[in-house]
């Protein structure tokens, strides 16, 4: 069955550092998406992403982080300047079309650990 | 605006005992409601959803819910817990307009079962 892809499985990075998570999404899927989960906590959106531009994001989502799909394959979420408090656990997750009419396919994650 | 109540952080069930995940959601207008897994190091995985139709939904690993609008409750149940249930467990809300993108999650039950 075709999957969700993320790499790295864990990253480690310092504070102010920029960093790349990257994710291969199901090639048929049109809708794409950023989740995170901090330690303990519940899994929050961060942005969905359509025909190339975003289409929703949360107040997480501010100046910091961005989004690409720069190949048609890979899916990229980027912070610019990290902080302690993005120590979290990044999903990608992947859709044929809007959640309410289709599953979301999620990754198995990438955990991101800031110093 | 959406939101999803989990009642019960961690539940513990003898094997071959009832299972029972408490989920109330509000919605400000008809939700489309998701239960995902999580097991250890892994992505969610769907279990079940309610869009339309049937109150009583059934998924994979002999899970069922049921959509009680009247209580906007969504609990998950399982007649027979199995070692292999242990996991976590997020119930989820969507909102079934056309410009809806994104899941809301609660915060999770993790489920243990014991001998």
């Known amino acids: 069955e075709p999957e969700v892809t993320q790499t790295p499985s864990h990253q480690v990075t310092q504070m102010g550092q920029e960093v790349i998570l990257r994710c291969v999404p199901i090639s048929n899927h049109l809708y794409f998406y950023w989740y995170r989960q901090i330690l303990g906590q519940k899994v929050e959106f961060l942005v969905s992403f359509y025909n190339n531009e975003i289409s929703e994001k949360s107040e997480i989502f501010d100046d910091q982080f961005s989004v690409e799909r720069p190949d048609g394959s890979n899916f990229t979420l980027k912070i610019r300047s990290t902080k302690l408090e993005d120590s979290a656990m990044y999903f990608c997750a992947s859709s044929e079309r809007r959640p309410y009419n289709s599953p979301l396919h999620f990754g198995n994650g990438t955990r991101l650990t800031v110093t | 605006a959406q939101s999803v109540t989990q009642l019960g952080s961690h539940v513990s069930v003898s094997e071959g005992a009832l299972v029972l995940l408490r989920c109330n959601y509000s919605?400000?207008?008809?939700?489309?409601l998701f239960w995902y897994v999580q097991y250890p190091n892994q992505g969610l995985q769907l279990l079940l959803k309610?869009?339309?139709?049937?109150?009583l939904v059934k998924g994979i690993n002999g899970f069922e819910a049921e959509f009680k609008k009247s209580e906007t409750s969504f609990h998950l149940t399982k007649p027979s817990a199995h070692m292999s249930d242990a996991a976590e467990y997020f119930c989820a809300v969507s909102g079934n307009t056309g410009t809806a993108s994104k899941l809301t999650f609660g915060t999770g039950t993790r489920l243990q079962v014991t001998l």
């Open positions: 919605s400000s207008v008809p939700p489309y």
């Open positions: 309610y869009t339309t139709g049937a109150t």
